[in-house]
């Protein structure tokens, strides 16, 4: 099974990072009013040949790992575009807790994928906290994945799409209901 899992802030940059406003003495609607749109709906599903499928629309990233559980989803392939890799906490044993920035570890173990494709905005290089990922084979807590990076325009991929998945992800992105509106249309409940 391949699961497309798209994060709202992935259509977004520069790519927000949680507290990053506060160090610049910015507030969270001025570092968002600087945000520019860089990919469109239709490019990503032009790009994974979607037209409908099923999946769900969700407020926060993290409730993926819950939905995954309750299909009892097991060794999928998850294409992850998002503009953050949602891997942080990699260097501990075990995931204590579930969160936006690290469900990717949590659905790894417990055996929901083992591959991960992190696909980042084409106008940008991964940032820090992820700037020490690499492409290849990576252990977390006696687990083995497969980790491919790849922006946009350089991913490929021959796998048939199976479920969609859209995060909205307010406080990393501006609100913008047209992609919202754009994706909708292709989620089959």
């Not at 570890?105 to 992190?118: P, R």
């Not at 980790?147 to 995060?167: A, E, F, G, N």
């Amino acid at each position: 099974m391949t699961i497309l899992d798209i994060d709202q802030d992935f259509f977004f940059y520069p790519t927000f990072y949680g507290g990053i406003y506060t160090r610049f003495n910015k507030s969270r609607a001025e570092v968002f009013s600087e945000m520019k749109r860089v990919h469109s709906v239709e490019e990503v599903l032009f790009k994974f040949s979607v037209n409908s499928l099923p999946g769900k629309m969700l407020m926060n990233h993290h409730e993926l790992y819950y939905e995954l559980s309750s299909l009892s989803i097991k060794e999928a392939r998850i294409i992850h575009l998002d503009a953050h890799s949602d891997l942080y906490d990699l260097n501990m044993n075990e995931s204590r807790f579930i969160s936006p920035s690290n469900f990717l570890l949590k659905c790894i173990e417990t055996g929901i994928t083992h591959e991960i494709d992190w696909i980042h905005q084409d106008a940008a290089n991964p940032k820090p906290p992820d700037e020490n990922l690499k492409t290849g084979t990576i252990t977390h807590f006696n687990h083995k994945f497969s980790l491919i990076i790849s922006k946009l325009s350089d991913y490929q991929t021959l796998d048939q799409i199976d479920r969609l998945y859209y995060t909205l992800s307010p406080g990393f992105c501006p609100p913008d209901f047209s992609l919202v509106n754009e994706i909708r249309k292709h989620i089959i409940k």
